[in-house]
């Protein structure tokens, strides 16, 4: 059986068919071909397939295509504007925050939705908010440092950020 | 695979009915989905999130209605659970990652039935029931008779659970959930105790002692023997020893990668003592004598 799927994605309306067994990631991934949004352990243990879901952070892996139906849905392609990166991608770069990369779209999603929850998280939010998501290259010690540059330049600034922006 | 996305319970169960053994269930999906790539495609999936009046969290007199689609983080963001029943807030706040708790719902984790299930255990000392809907009427079920063993409750495959209402605990009382897992809230459960202590209005003796165990039987149980010899007694450090060791003595845990039977039952005494001591403290501002 094929479900037709209605959803947007980083602010744009989309259409396309699934089957009901068919993860989010796989809708995103291998039907819509946003690629940005990374498989890894596919059981929903990693965090490397975070996206936003109305709003908040969820595995894409363990989450049905079919319940996408008339939700928003934010992937990592869908925080920079145009040419100039999201805070949060910025301070990764600038702290070093990422080795491999693998692991960083997860993250970045994860932090952005800290950010919008919280503008000053205490570390023991930032610890709490990355948790779901695992590193194997950095030791996370400069994740930590970027997540703290970011909340400092994002309440220092009053770039609204938008959630869509993809053109 | 057929797929369908009732409107009501009854259509629900009327789905159930006509694809027998072959439906399944699926509220927020993070057993399902991983069950449908590593173990099995059923051959039908009902999804009951559209079904309208079971995200709700409500008070009603002097107990909780939780709605089973509730998610497992709007019960940790609740105030009202944060305010009436610390100790299930307790468990959801040890309930895996954020993403996982934005997607797991409290239905999906009582039906699961898992014995090492986060919410189980703090369930079963709260006196919870399980208000289940069958084609042929709905039925209260009370926690210690739900589970029937890993993976199985007394719905079978006919019946859905419509709504869970749990009764606030005694004034005066003080609960806790006490979690052992190598990675903290991320891992499963080598064990899970829920403990939840009623003193005396003079704060001398235990009116009642309510001890909960996870991950360690078929389905998580009452130490109903450790609870029993707590009953009307002050606590001293020696009879909290007793109750722990009784504790340990109830379960049977089996062996698997996560831990041994011997491990798992060192672990239930160690808790078990850490849960009777922090909650006595808390209720009654003493340390056990
Ligand atoms: C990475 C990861 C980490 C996890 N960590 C934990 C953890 O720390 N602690 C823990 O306890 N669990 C954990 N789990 C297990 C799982 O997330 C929970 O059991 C969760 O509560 C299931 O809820 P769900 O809505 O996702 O259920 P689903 O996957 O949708 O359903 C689970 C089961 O319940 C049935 N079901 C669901 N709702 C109903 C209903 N209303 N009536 C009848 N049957 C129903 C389904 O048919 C299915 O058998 C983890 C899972 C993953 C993938
Ligand atoms: S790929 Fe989804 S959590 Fe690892
Ligand atoms: S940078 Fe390689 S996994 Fe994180």
């Known amino acids: 059986m094929t479900l037709t799927i209605n959803v947007t994605v980083n602010g744009k309306s989309v259409s396309a068919d699934a089957e009901p067994s068919t993860s989010l990631l796989e809708f995103l991934r291998d039907v819509l071909n946003y690629k940005g949004t990374k498989l890894c352990c596919n059981t929903g243990e990693c965090g490397a397939c975070t996206v936003l879901f109305n709003g908040k952070p969820v595995n894409s892996c363990v989450v049905p295509a079919a319940d996408a139906v008339g939700a928003q849905v934010v992937t990592v392609e869908g925080l920079a504007d145009g040419e100039k990166l999201h805070p949060v991608q910025q301070a990764f770069i600038d702290t070093g925050a990422v080795q491999c990369g693998y692991c960083t779209p997860g993250f970045i999603i994860s932090v952005k939705a800290l950010l919008d929850r919280t503008k000053r998280p205490t570390p023991a939010e930032i610890e709490e908010a990355v948790s779901g998501n695992i590193c194997r290259c950095t030791g996370y010690a400069k994740i930590v440092d970027a997540i703290a540059l970011a909340a400092e330049r994002m309440e220092g600034s009053t770039l609204g950020i938008a959630s869509g922006g993809r053109s | 695979m057929d797929y369908f996305k009732p409107e009501s319970v009854s259509e629900a169960l009327s789905l159930l009915a006509k694809y027998g053994n072959e439906a399944k269930i699926i509220a927020g999906g993070t057993d399902v989905m991983v069950d449908i790539k590593y173990k099995e495609e059923p051959g039908c999936l009902v999804n009951i999130k559209r079904i309208p009046g079971m995200s709700a969290i409500e008070e009603s007199g002097g107990s909780l209605r939780i709605g089973p689609l509730v998610t497992i983080r709007e019960i940790e963001t609740s105030k009202l659970v944060r305010e009436r029943l610390p100790l299930l807030w307790e468990a959801c706040h040890q309930f895996a990652s954020l993403q996982i708790r934005n997607t797991a719902t409290i239905g999906g984790n009582i039906c699961r039935a898992s014995p090492s299930g986060e919410t189980l255990a703090p369930l079963l000392v709260l006196g919870a029931k399980a208000k289940l809907a069958f084609s042929d009427g709905e039925k209260t079920e009370p926690f210690n008779s739900l589970f029937q063993g890993p993976g199985k409750t007394s719905l079978g495959s006919k019946g859905l659970l419509a709504a869970i209402e749990i009764p606030y605990p005694p004034k005066g009382s003080s609960g806790v959930y006490l979690k052992h897992a190598v990675r ?89 003592r850490r849960g009777l001591e922090q909650t006595w403290k808390a209720a009654t501002g003493k340390e056990v004598a």
């Open chain 2, 184 to 272: 903290g809230p991320m891992d499963i459960a080598v064990v899970g105790i829920a403990v939840l202590v009623v003193p005396d209005s003079a704060a001398k003796t235990l009116q009642e002692a309510r001890i909960g165990l996870g991950a360690v039987a078929p389905t998580p149980i009452r130490a109903i023997k450790a609870e029993a010899m707590l009953r009307g007694k002050p606590l001293d450090s020696k009879l909290v020893e007793q109750a722990a060791q009784m504790a340990a003595a109830e379960s049977s845990p089996i062996t698997d990668q996560r831990g041994s039977a011997e491990y798992r039952r060192w672990i239930v005494e160690a808790l078990t």
